[in-house]
């Protein structure tokens, strides 16, 4: 899109003055697309992901802990120390998590190019490294743990707008560290074109329903005498006021521009606004991107109007909203001719689903293709590897559950990744292995509590004779084959393991405790040698079914949670 390009064309320069960037934006708004385009253009093939947290420590930026063969411990590079060494491009993802006194360890290694790390070891500039060079050998510095910083290394902070009550991150001290470029939300640039370009099967009336719910959306978002105000409007010219560069004139028209015809010309051939509050009720270009893959494939004779309003209200979660707010959406929604049947009249319809199995037997044997139906769905299904992971359960077709089910097939023939919340007992397990057993998937599963860590979230370790012996967790056998990875207690995970999962869900990646990288398999970094530098790919068939209650239970985080995974990379399912 149009502005997307004209930042990226100011990240180019930027970079080839030798400046780091900052990409600030809302969720789903595309920083992570513009960041892979800039990493294209600049010929970088491995890029370093480094996720953040707000638990994260000065140590944790350079070294990360880990446990050698002998079971004794060990410090391990991290992405970003990998960056430095090998000269490749650093993404630091949730640079607005960090605490201030996290962020001033980056300070001297984006100034200086200098840093001196937990173990020891020292990089220094390449232009120091010159100096040092002509009174010591290289080996001799080497000895001493002293190594440069490779010239082609360049980070790039990802960041998203300050919430109403959040802390201000972007001080003086953070801004003179970056060149920074802000993605704002749009209203009036035509997004139909490219939202149909992206989803070809999608009917023109939806993408432009779903466009004309964003810019109203947006709007509300700055209304002061709106239900879904958040004051995000005065927090973005507070934080963003002292913001000088080239590009902000395109991507904030109002403040200071060059000259009275350059804005004319901006904000009536642009028209961008000032991005919302990451607490706003916004529909993200990911959602939306989502919403319209999910109509393309919708079977025939089904109310559109009715499906993508159902889907809007799941992807917005207004059924855990104050009365106001929602009443304000949903009016929102009605008013682009989108309607929204009530629950009870759904699952009253639903008394007389129909589920109907798939014989696998005949699969096996004829070679043909078998179909499991419920209600008006229909999926394929393919005889398993494994018949032993496909689970079996007991199931009573109670109309809810059955309404539930449908949806859920839906999003597995589109392979999206699902989050169904719900209270206590009323069924969440129990429907996942129903579906499964339908659909005839190999399932892993794994449980999430409060002191997991991103360790034994990836790896699990045994003692075999009297040694530390790790294992693939759940999460890797099912990358690797191609499972359902059913993730129960998603609610209570700690914050560093919420992050990970959600890099892993919305981009595909993760990097495991053993040094192994896992990234969808059409990425640049699986080259020839991929395998000699630990990149694996990720099965297409790949999807994960996160299990969580219902915001305000016990144990249920709804700030760290729903913004950061619903709205993100998975689609919501309650009853």
Known sequence: MPYQSTVL????????????????????????????????ALGYVQVESLFLFEDMTARDLFNRRSTNDVGESIWLPTPLTNAIRLGRLCVLDGLHRLPSGTIT???????????????????????????????????????????????????????????????????????????FFVMSQTTKVHLVPYIQAAVPLCPIKVVEQLVHVRTSLLRAANDKGSPLWVGSEDIAKEQYKNIRTVE?????????????????????????????????????????????????????????NADVGATLEAALMTEFMPRPERSAVRSILREHGLDLEARALKIAAASGMKIIEANVDDIMDDGKTAYVTVGDVVAPVVPPSDAALVPYTLFFEIPQHKLVLRDMM????????????????VGKNKLTDKLLMLLHREREYIQLH?????????????????????????????????????????????????????????????????????VKEDSPMLSQNATSQNILSIHPKFLVIALANRPGSFGCCRRRLLPVVVRGCARLCWF
Request: charged residues 25%; contains cysteine.
């Open 105 to 179: 360890a980056l300070v001297r290694l984006l100034q200086d190019r200098e840093v001196t790390l937990n173990d020891g070891t020292s990089y220094v500039s390449p232009r120091r490294w010159l100096q040092l060079t002509k009174t010591l050998t290289v080996k001799e510095l080497h000895h001493r743990n002293v190594y440069p910083v490779h010239p082609s290394f360049r980070v790039v902070g990802l960041a998203v707008p300050r919430e109403k009550v959040a802390r201000r991150w972007l001080t003086n001290e953070v801004m003179q560290m970056f060149h």
């Open 410 to 425: 839906r999003d597995v023939m589109t392979n999206d990744h699902m989050l169904l919340m719900g209270n206590q007992g």
């Open 248 to 304: 902000d004139t395109y991507v904030l028209p109002n403040t200071n521009p060059y000259n009275s015809h350059e804005k004319q010309i901006l904000e009536d051939n642009v028209a961008l606004e000032l991005p919302a509050g990451a607490q706003a009720t916004i529909l993200s270009l990911r959602q939306i991107l989502r919403i319209a893959r999910r109509a393309s494939a919708a079977p025939k004779g089904t109310d559109l």
């Open 9 to 40: 064309s100011g990240m180019l320069q930027s970079a080839a003055l030798g400046q780091d960037v900052c990409l600030i934006g809302a969720r789903g708004e595309g920083k992570t697309l513009v960041t892979k385009w800039f990493a294209a």
């Open 450 to 518: 409060r002191d997991t860590t991103v360790g034994t979230l990836t790896l699990l370790p045994s003692l075999r004779d009297g040694v530390v012996i790790f294992d693939d967790s759940p999460l890797v056998k099912a990358m690797i084959h191609g499972r359902v990875l059913v993730v129960d207690e998603f609610d209570k995970a700690p914050t560093e393991v919420v992050v990970v999962l959600k890099a892993l869900l919305e981009d595909g990646e993760i990097l495991l405790a053993d040094g192994r990288r896992f």
